[in-house]
């Protein structure tokens, strides 16, 4: 008996299109080499929502009953491949069901390969992935995220590099001719099977022994048992505001202290407090109530809450005071303000290193508010540096 099975880790809608390709494609080189296989999505991410973390997954076996048998457990418990297309999901993966975060390589069985799509190093990789006891392999598909939409595929190659690379570690799933039919008929184009076949050769990884990684636990949740279970439905309130930290001013809105939304992003806002103007259109603007109010009046966006939408971005009438960056560069969540407020010229060299390393580029408006707010402060409402809208065909 010979079970091979493999995930995708996406985000939601963003790269729905990008991980069905994969693991169906996978699936139908598999049959080619005369096996059998299924692809399949995680119950608990139906519906997605945008950018929520989500999975696919495949089984391939050499005969039916073999599949039959391992596909009624559903959802695999261990995997030979986690194919990982946003590096930033390395810090964990949280679905929209909201029941605590899952370490990226959970389920990924010992000797393993976890395969990520990313310009990072995997040192840089590996202080975000939360460790395990046991050994893998870490292999790295360079190149940045690759978004679309649930109706737009951005036909970049990411699929056919991410096959390649999964082929070199896992030779098992199917064979390279198999692969190259199947991405011909499901993918189209000789370019593609010239990228996975680049994408086999170049692969490597690194292997990363157990006890290497990130230390911080991942959060989790107790379900009540039935008899601690209330009568009727009980929704308790989240509660009234705070003061700034220890400051006797300022205004932080109460929140869920369970409900965090940080794992859902790939970008975070920096910003720039020494040419902020205080206009206050970030903390109206903001979807999430992601922004506290200083004492002395300024806006301070909650990193623990924070979603990434960008919509501060876009609103901000001041050129570069708010600027989205990719969230795989950061190693914390703590208070801008704070770290600002304490040393200047040190969170000045901060906010360099962070753009230099990780600035978003090229990116297409999340929200398309220039119409809404065309009065506030530039026309249009968008930053000019950054508002670049790109046809379809561009994408």
């Known amino acids: 008996m010979s079970i091979i099975s493999f995930e995708i880790v996406y985000r939601g809608i963003f790269q729905k299109s990008l991980a069905t390709k994969i693991s169906r494609t996978f699936i139908l080189a598999a049959v080619k080499d005369g096996k059998v296989g299924i692809s399949f999505g995680r119950y608990s991410d139906s519906p997605e929502r945008n950018g929520i973390p989500a999975k696919q997954f495949g089984y391939i076996a050499d005969t039916k009953e073999e599949l039959e048998e391992v596909a009624a457990q559903y959802e695999p418990k261990q995997v030979d491949v986690t194919i990982c297309v946003d590096d930033a999901l390395c810090k964990g993966v949280e679905s929209w069901g909201w029941y605590g975060l899952q370490p990226i390589n959970a389920v990924t069985k010992p000797g393993g390969t976890l395969i990520v799509t990313s310009n990072q190093s995997s040192d840089d990789l ?17 190149g940045e995220a690759s978004f679309a939409g649930l109706w737009v595929y951005k036909d970049d190659g990411t699929d056919a590099r991410c096959m390649g690379a999964a082929l070199k570690a896992c030779p098992e799933i199917c064979s390279m001719a198999s692969l190259e039919a199947a991405i ?27 006890g290497e990684g990130n230390t911080e636990v991942p959060f989790t949740f107790e379900l009540l048992k039935w008899q601690d279970m209330r009568l009727g439905v009980v929704i308790d309130a989240v509660g009234g505001h705070n003061k700034f930290g220890d400051s006797d001013g300022g ?11 940080w794992s859902t992003r790939t970008m975070r806002p920096v910003i720039q407090f020494d040419i902020c103007t205080k206009c206050t259109l970030c ?73 230099a390393k990780g600035k978003v580029e090229n990116r297409h408006p999340i929200t398309g508010l220039a119409g809404a707010f065309s009065g506030a402060g530039l026309a249009g409402g968008h930053n000019e540096n950054n508002f670049s809208t790109k046809t379809l065909k561009e994408l």
Not at 190 to 205: C, K, L, Q, T
Not at 295 to 306: K, L, R, S, V
Request: net charge negative; with cysteine.
């Open 126 to 142: 590996v202080k975000h992935i939360h460790r395990k006891d046991t050994p893998y392999n870490l292999s790295i598909v360079k």
């Open 184 to 210: 011909l008929e499901n993918i189209g184009g000789n370019d593609h099977v010239e990228a996975a076949r680049a994408s086999y050769e170049d692969a490597r990884s690194d292997e990363i022994k157990p």
């Open 251 to 261: 205004y932080v809105p109460g929140r869920n202290e369970y409900f965090k939304k």
């Open 283 to 355: 903390w109206v603007a903001c979807p999430d109530t992601v922004f506290d109010v200083t004492p002395d009046g300024y806006y301070d966006a909650n990193m623990e809450a924070c979603c990434g939408c960008g919509v501060c971005e876009a609103i901000c009438p001041v050129p570069d005071c708010i600027t989205m960056v990719n969230e795989v560069v950061f190693d914390e969540r703590d208070s801008q303000y704070e770290m600002w407020n304490k040393d200047k010229e040190k969170f000045g060299k901060y906010v360099d290193e962070k753009l």
